[in-house]
């Protein structure tokens, strides 16, 4: 984020991050709800390219309620029928005052029925003396600027008398509740008889609560109560809009008929086209409301953004077992063991080993080769067991990642985590078959202990032969030359003898010491491989199934940041 963000909560970020938001959770809310925001963000669109000095007011209400009258009453001139027969209202009538710019703003709002007023109406006069006091007590404030002061467009006005909510018709209502989604303030029209009605309430005005700064709510045909319960019905009204959420709307309680109230109703009006804040102030209830249903939908808080590293290490051991990390690993200890005896062992018995195959060669393991991406191994397809312990591992990481989250997110995650499983065998299979086990190279110390066993072979042949040929000799009846004696010992023993014995002990020692030796270093090179196949386990891990969780929980920590600006709160640091 920048170091000084756009001023908290304007209008534009809000829109911005509303956009993003929408994005960020396409595929993971449903449908409904993107589609939701994407029309509130389309409707501000067009809305904020229409004119922004027209305040466009709608007055709904439900039959009979006053609605014509009462605009009628404000405007001061008779532009709509109000009528005592049913039906009345069925196409919204508008009374413009100011017309530069209005003629798009209707044709958007889909208003043909336009009646401008004249300059000189009681609307009129009461805006241009609230623009006229405004620019006073402006000057005032910055008198020396004064003189380089822009002159100043004046505001307009259009009011909406709209079909009933009730109407009868069901074209009629639908026109009435599509316009409560395009006027910038509404008013609710109710009356002495009907303003607790429930369906007003429920349906409607509770559904606007968040628009509380454009709303008002009017209570018409006053006239028709006595003056001494006008309080308690005032009161009542009052306590069932705060009751739908409304914190601060007025209750306006008015006589289109008597005029009581008409002129405060007026001045209101009045005083919000002259400020044109309406029009942001619904935009932003509106990108807020859209917001708010996101985030019920789909809540991208609750999960870290981070994974913790143990549960990339029980990934990185499932895998590994889906990889046979382990066999393979065994299999080059066995390996190191068996060709190691073909160097080191007795030479007499070396044979043995052709009847056993080199436990690595059979899986086309460890072939040190170029193009390693391309190699596979010959080891048998996984069986049932080993796949769904892999693909366990991928849902338990899934499940560990996104702890704490809301349903649609983790589902999200656990799709980031899946979207790539196929690849996963081949890749986990390339990853053994590529990595470099040493499972061709010879060990330095092999021809040393091969020398001396050959050494010590040589000896009791030496030995051997020597014996053969005396008893040959002697069965020649041809006199053996004398036999040397080693007389030091307990008994004189003859020399062909002590080499014979010399011999098989230092061949049954250095067998025993080089397969001991084998055993220590086959050991070393199982858990060489073990480490370095379960490396290589996790670089895939990490590309096909970290990597996309991951990207995941980054974007629902960037939705919730857009989504707590979008709703016109600072999102808190370090969410
Ligand atoms: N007594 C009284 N009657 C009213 C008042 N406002 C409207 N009416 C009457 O109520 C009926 C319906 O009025 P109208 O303006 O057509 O209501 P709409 O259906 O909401 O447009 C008409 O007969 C009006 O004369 C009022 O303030 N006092
Ligand atoms: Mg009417």
């Known amino acids: ?18 956009t993003r938001s929408a994005d960020a959770l396409a595929g993971v809310a449903p449908a409904a709800a993107v589609e939701e ?25 439900a039959t009979g309620s006053g609605k014509s009258s009462l605009v009628n009453a404000v405007v001061g001139e008779e532009v ?100 409560t989604g395009m006027v910038d303030v509404l008013v609710w029209v109710t009356d002495p008889q009907k303003y607790a009605d429930a369906v007003l309430h429920q349906e409607f005005v509770r559904r606007f609560a968040g ?5 008002v709510l009017v209570l018409n045909q006053i006239d028709r109560i006595r003056p001494v319960e006008r309080d308690d019905v005032i009161a009542s009204l009052t306590a069932l809009s705060r009751r ?15 005029g009581e109230g008409i002129d405060d109703l007026r001045g209101y009006l009045g005083e919000i086209a ?21 985030r019920e939908s789909a809540d991208p808080t609750g999960m870290s953004d981070r994974i913790r590293s143990t549960d990339v ?109 196929e690849e996963l065998p081949d890749a986990l299979d390339r990853a053994v078959a590529g990595a470099d086990l040493r499972a061709r190279r010879r060990a330095w110390w092999w021809p040393v202990m091969d020398v001396l066993q050959w050494l010590a072979m040589l000896t009791w042949v030496v030995g051997l032969g020597w014996l053969a040929l005396n008893a040959a ?15 030091d010992l307990w008994i004189p023993i003859p020399l062909p003898v002590a080499l014979i014995v010399l011999g098989l002990a230092a061949g049954l020692l250095l067998t025993v010491a080089g397969s001991a030796i084998a055993a220590a270093a086959g050991a070393w090179m199982r858990r060489r491989a073990r480490r370095l196949l379960l490396e290589r386990v996790r670089s895939v891990g990490q590309e096909l199934v970290v990597d996309p969780v991951q990207t995941t929980l980054t974007a629902a920590a960037d939705a919730a940041r857009d989504l707590a600006l979008a709703e016109g709160k600072r999102a808190k640091s370090g969410v």
């Open 37 to 61: 925001a994407r029309h509130v963000l389309e409707r501000t669109d067009r809305r904020r390219a229409l004119s922004a000095e027209h305040t466009v007011v709608g007055f709904f209400g």
């Open 244 to 258: 739908d959420g409304l914190a601060s709307a007025p209750v306006l309680a008015v006589s289109a008929h008597t």
């Open 473 to 487: 000799l002697n069965a020649a009846a041809i006199p053996p030359p004398p036999m040397p004696m080693i007389e």
């Open 313 to 421: 290490d029980t990934l990185v051991a499932d895998l590994g077992v889906a990889a046979r990390v382990e066999p393979v690993a065994k299999a080059v200890g066995a390996s190191y063991r068996f060709r190691a005896a073909g160097r080191v062992g007795w030479p007499p018995l070396r044979w043995v080993r052709r009847f056993r195959p080199d436990p690595l060669a059979r899986w086309n393991i460890g072939q040190e080769r170029d193009g390693e991406d391309l190699a596979r191994t010959s080891l048998p397809e996984p069986d049932a067991a080993v796949r769904a312990r892999a693909s366990g591992g991928v849902r338990t990481f899934a499940d560990a990642a996104s702890a704490g989250g809301s349903d649609p997110w983790r589902s999200a995650v656990r799709r980031a985590a899946r979207m790539r499983q």
């Open 80 to 179: 709509t029928r109000a009528a005592v027969r049913r039906p009345t209202t069925s196409q919204p009538v508008a009374a413009v005052l100011g017309d530069a710019g209005s003629e798009e703003l209707l044709d958007w709002l889909g208003v043909s029925d336009r009646r401008h007023l004249a300059a000189d109406g009681p609307l009129a006069v009461t805006l241009a003396a609230l623009e006229q006091q405004s620019r006073t007590g402006r000057r005032a404030r910055r008198r020396a600027d004064d003189a380089t002061a822009a002159p100043e467009s004046t505001s307009g006005l259009i009011m909406l008398d709209l079909p009933d909510l009730d109407s009868v018709e069901a074209a009629n209502r639908a026109i009435a509740e599509r316009m």
């Open 1 to 18: 984020m920048s170091p000084r963000p756009a001023r908290a909560g304007s209008l534009l970020e809000q829109i911005d991050a509303l």
């Open 211 to 215: 628009h509380d700064a454009v709303t």
């Open 274 to 294: 002259r400020s044109r804040e309406a029009i942001a102030a619904r935009q932003r209830a509106d990108v807020a409301g859209a917001a708010a249903t996101l």
